[in-house]
């Protein structure tokens, strides 16, 4: 029976979305403009099509890269769900597009409504927060982290997304206790309709050596339909969720959770998963730093060279893949490092398929995420799901 390993190469988009007016992000191109301000080399994610699929996206060719597959099947991916947020992307992935609109916070400061803040403070015992504006996780640490030691207030912040996040020094203010205050957080923005509530751990002394760790933990609204893990799950395969996978999907669906930090550990944590996998298994593995070290910060050399760190572990994944397992490639959103602002981007987003037991082409222009699910379904043999159309 065959497995599917699935790679959500978090915010790689590759611009072209038709929509992007809406979401003021025309022109938006996470690959196109990483390629056109850093010699990239990706060798092996362009044999599996990267750079038709770009082309086919933009109508250009990024630097660096040939429209020259020399395996596989290609295409592009067209969002079909509201906002830009990483639920909406992965759960439409899954099979399950998102009809709704999420909430979300004002660009005003003071950012969140002062009646939640004064809830979150009561319930939870805290002396008060900092932050309440819109910001970069890693740039709002750098500037309250020791004033939040120093008073034990956590730092809450948000972004053009559908969050609310709340950074604490993991020793200083407690993991549990973090997590606790973000349960209370997500029962009191869930009437608000707010995606989700992430913890955002962080260790060090001062700014200048303060670094976020791997305990990050979303708390998240649940998809409203069963998705394609549900569906797996209930047929009795094996579900590996691998880095925040399990936290997008409020656990629904999974049956082996799996976490790690950094892309190259990821990376060892899938290889080891499919060690595992039993016939029939689906794998699935977000790598966050794309869009959570270099997205967001607006770091084109280092999203750059993270890129070519992945490339070039490719040919390990592909030859760890059994004669009829399935690979695909793909990303949730855009996030352009070159783009105004700090937030994600609306884009189309690559589709790159591999297997031994697959003949190479095209597939086009898929209308919606939700068509991945759908060919990991058929190829799976799990019955189809409402959205979506196998492109296999």
């Not at 994610?45 to 933009?58: E, K, P, R, Y």
């Not at 660096?64 to 639920?87: A, H, I, M, N, Y």
């Not at 569906?231 to 409020?250: F, H, L, P």
């Not at 793909?330 to 352009?336: K, L, M, V």
């Amino acid at each position: 029976m065959p497995r599917a390993i699935l790679c959500i190469l978090d915010s790689f988009g590759i611009g072209g979305a038709p929509d992007a007016a809406d979401y003021a992000d025309v022109g938006a191109d996470t690959l196109g403009h990483i390629a056109a301000n850093y010699r990239i080399s990706l060798p092996n994610l362009d044999a599996l099509g990267l750079g038709a699929a770009a082309q086919f996206s933009t109508g250009e060719l990024p630097r660096g890269l040939t429209d020259q597959p020399r395996g596989g099947r290609w295409g592009v991916g067209r969002e079909v769900s509201k906002g830009k947020d990483t639920p909406s992307g992965h759960w439409e992935i899954a099979g399950v597009p998102v009809p709704f609109e999420w909430g979300y916070f004002p660009l005003t400061e003071p950012t969140f409504p002062p009646e939640l803040i004064a809830q979150l403070i009561e319930k939870s015992g805290i002396p008060g927060i900092l932050g309440n504006k819109h910001a970069s996780g890693t740039t709002i640490i750098a500037e309250l982290g020791e004033e939040s030691i120093r008073t034990g207030k956590p730092i809450c912040y948000t972004s053009v997304d559908s969050v609310f996040q709340i950074a604490a020094h993991e020793q200083h203010f407690g993991l549990d206790r973090l997590y606790e205050l973000c349960r209370t957080a997500f029962e009191l923005t869930a009437p608000l309709n707010i995606g989700r509530v992430i913890a955002r751990p962080f260790v060090g002394e001062n700014a200048n050596d303060f670094k976020r760790t791997g305990n990050r933990r979303d708390f998240a609204i649940p998809p409203p339909e069963p998705t394609l893990l549900d569906r797996a799950k209930a047929a009795g395969r094996q579900v590996y969720a691998i880095g925040k996978v399990s936290d997008i999907y409020a656990g629904h669906g999974v049956t082996h959770k799996i976490k790690a930090t950094g892309n190259m550990a990821l990376f060892d944590r899938t290889l080891e998963a499919m060690e595992m996998a039993e016939n029939g298994a689906f794998v699935m593995v977000n790598f966050v730093d794309f869009d959570q070290e270099y997205g967001h910060r607006r770091d084109v050399p280092g999203y750059a060279q993270a890129l070519e760190a992945f490339d070039k572990r490719l040919p390990e994944l592909i030859a760890a893949l059994r004669p009829d397992d399935l690979l695909i490639l793909t990303a949730d959103h855009g996030n352009d490092p070159t783009w105004r602002g700090s937030d994600h981007t609306r884009e189309q987003v690559p589709i790159l398929v591999f297997s031994p037991a697959l003949s190479p082409g095209t597939i086009g222009i898929r209308p919606s995420f939700a068509d991945i699910g759908e060919s990991i379904a058929r190829w799976l043999g799990l019955a189809p799901g409402p959205h979506g159309k196998s492109f296999l």
